[in-house]
């Protein structure tokens, strides 16, 4: 009884700190959910719960404002420390936009925290008790969460989630997928926060158990099969850095490379190569495709490559190249990288003379189409070029379901540090998901073969050169979420941030006639 008072008082006495102690604290908490980001899966889950549990019991006595700059403050360092890798491409010329590097990362977390801070406003305003507060600020961060991943064409990383992927507790995302796995990971987290808070440590032994049970519920998931006559796949890594992947001198030594990989015996029934992995506009690269075509020995080979359109402009592209190097199939990536591929509101930045930000866009155009191509040897696959594959909802669109998604990426813009590992565990939940195997080659990695379940059966790993030849996992039935989609969570989440307002108000309601 003791610890719990001392507890209530520490909790209690928050709003009453002074502005910076406030600021350390809640910069400590976003720290330490930023840990669940990286490192093994179990210790991730535990650092988030433990972030969550301290975020929304320090937040249980402050006011709107005080919360919303709390929250605020939260997502800075969360944001700042989960994505310091984007500073990385400002470095590769960094006479040029080096000095944007810090106004890259502060703009970006700040940017994405007032998510955050919008949910913690929201949370304390609605409700003052902490069970309908805890639940208010936690159905408020989840629809926060997902209004980042759609609002200004979305930004899906780094959700609370991803935590998950590797623990038993992954199979969540087949069923109702990552904003579905972030509600449970949040409610336990806030009944959790409950029972600190409000004393109640009878609810530690029914958490274990839900916890236990959502663990074991993983035995009853398929497991994926692999065909023995499956074809077999090679994952070429030309190891190209950033720096170079573009100089003139350097450019044939890595196509080189791609090609000794490609021809390699034993030869595969189907090669991919990384994104914008050939060097030149597709109608200047017939002598280069040739070579590729040469290579594969009859093999398909799917590549990247940039290609002009009179119509539209510049596309960055996959293509599908048979034996004589003629181009069998093609796709134009559709979910452009804001600020890397294009500049939205250019004309604003113009203005302002900010040209260094409008120089650093290569200027692409979006495609069109399904991005579902039909490969031989390998069957029906979905193509995602790079950032397409962040994003759970546009996996499928209407149509065949594919047989295997291919990822098709050039990470070395990101460096050796967190964002290529977090790239590769986003793929691992795009194949949970929609319960589909996953190839993905990555130009300086990390290349891998994934199976429906989200498991990596082999890896390239980051910075090395080289080939991997895989055989890919039979595609499991459809998933609950491939059906569904986010829908029926977000309404879940709406009913009941509209159930923990209701009690809010007549708690407050209570309260008032009790004091009268």
Request: a neutral charge; hydrophobic letters at 50%.
């Amino acid at each position: 009884m003791a610890e719990n008072a001392r507890l209530s008082a520490f909790w209690a006495a928050i709003p009453g700190w002074g502005r910076w102690r406030r600021v350390a604290l809640a910069l400590g908490i976003g720290a330490i959910l930023s840990l669940g980001q990286m490192g093994d899966a179990a210790a991730r889950l535990l650092w988030v719960v433990a972030g969550l549990v301290l975020a929304l019991g320090a937040s249980q006595h402050l006011n709107p404002k005080q919360a919303a700059w709390f929250g605020w403050t939260i997502g800075v360092a969360y944001f700042g420390i989960t994505l310091r890798w984007i500073v990385e491409p400002f470095f590769v010329e960094p006479w040029r936009h080096g000095w944007m590097s810090p106004f890259a990362i502060l703009g970006m977390s700040g940017g994405l925290a007032l998510f955050w801070a919008a949910a913690f406003w929201a949370g304390t305003r609605g409700a003052r008790a902490p069970g309908p507060r805890f639940t208010m600020i936690g159905a408020a961060l989840l629809l926060a969460e997902f209004a980042r991943a759609h609002v200004l064409s979305g930004f899906p990383w780094a959700l609370l989630s991803y935590s998950m992927i590797g623990a038993p507790v992954d199979y969540l995302f087949a069923l109702i997928g990552p904003h579905g796995a972030s509600a449970v990971l949040v409610s336990v987290s806030a009944l959790a926060a409950f029972g600190v808070c409000r004393g109640r440590f009878l609810l530690w032994p029914g958490l274990a158990a839900a916890s236990l049970a959502l663990a074991v519920g993983s035995l009853w998931m398929p497991t994926p099969t692999t065909d023995p006559a499956a074809p077999t796949v090679r994952l070429v890594q030309p190891n190209a850095p950033q720096h170079l992947k573009w100089d003139l001198e350097w450019i044939p030594v890595f196509f080189q490379r791609a090609v000794e990989a490609t021809a390699t015996d034993p030869p595969p029934d189907v090669v991919i190569w990384p994104e914008t992995s050939v060097a030149t506009l597709l109608r200047n690269a017939d002598p280069w495709l040739e070579r590729m075509g040469e290579a594969g020995r009859g093999a398909p080979v799917l590549a990247g490559i940039q290609r002009w359109n009179p119509q539209a402009g510049y596309h960055n592209s996959a293509i599908v190249i048979e034996t004589d190097g003629s181009v069998a199939a093609l796709y134009d990536k559709q979910h452009l990288v804001p600020f890397g591929e294009y500049v939205p509101l250019v004309w604003i930045f113009g203005k302002l003379g900010l040209t260094g930000v409008v120089d650093m866009a290569m200027g692409f155009a979006p495609g069109t189409g399904s991005g579902t191509i039909d490969v031989a040897g390998l069957g029906r696959a979905r193509i995602l070029i790079c950032y397409e594959g962040i994003f759970p909802e546009e996996i499928i669109e209407d149509g065949p379901r594919p047989d295997v998604l291919v990822i098709m990426t050039n990470d070395a813009w990101f460096g050796t540090g967190p964002g290529p590992r977090q790239h590769l565990v986003q793929a691992r939940a795009r194949a949970i998901e929609q319960g589909l195997p996953v190839l993905r080659a990555a130009n300086t990695g990390i290349s891998a073969v994934i199976d429906g379940r989200g498991r990596i059966g082999d890896r390239l790993a980051l910075g090395q050169g080289g080939f991997l030849d895989v055989q890919v996992s039979v595609p499991l039935p459809p998933t609950l979420y491939s059906r569904t989609g986010d829908w029926p969570v977000i309404v879940a989440l709406l009913a009941t941030l509209g159930l923990a307002w209701i009690g809010g108000r007549r708690f407050r309601v209570d309260a008032a006639g009790t004091g009268g």
